[in-house]
């Protein structure tokens, strides 16, 4: 038996309005195609894989994403070209998202190279280029 990749990716937001505006701008620069935008959830698939965002019962502020504690660390888009990190760095600026670290190389992988920022919610968002298939198999 051998999985195929992720099929899809689910993340709650305590602030789903604030979420579903960055979402709705973030998934399609992607290459991502909302399939299901209602008032409690988003959900795009695109590029073999499908992420959706969904309301948390409790929504205010003190519902935020901790990077600290157990469970989701952060989630990572893997891009086609190295010019794409730096494209998607020059858009989140203009989204005004909270950039982490801008684009750089790390030893993650050869040629590792990517940019990691955080949506409205706290949560850990990256995208990274690796030449060729790198770790992947």
């Keep these: 038996m ?3 990749g992720i099929a899809h990716t689910f993340i709650t937001s305590g602030n789903f ?3 579903q505006a960055f979402y709705r701008q973030l998934l399609p620069k992607l290459g991502m195609t909302p399939v299901m935008d209602e008032p409690t959830i988003l959900y795009c698939v695109g ?9 948390s019962e409790r929504q205010d502020d003190s519902n935020r994403f901790d990077q600290q504690h ?3 660390h952060h989630i990572c888009f893997r891009m086609r070209e190295r010019e794409d990190i730096d494209a ?5 600026l203009e989204l005004g998202a909270h950039i982490v670290h801008p684009p750089q190389e790390d030893g ?11 949506d409205p919610d706290g949560i850990r968002l990256e995208a990274n280029h690796v030449p060729g298939k790198g770790l992947l198999q």
């Design 2 to 4: 051998e999985i195929n």
């Design 17 to 19: 309005p604030a979420a």
């Design 47 to 55: 590029g073999r894989t499908a992420f959706g965002v969904q309301a």
């Design 70 to 72: 157990s469970g989701l």
């Design 88 to 92: 998607l760095h020059d858009f989140l």
């Design 108 to 118: 993650w992988a050869p040629g590792y190279y990517s940019v990691l920022f955080e």
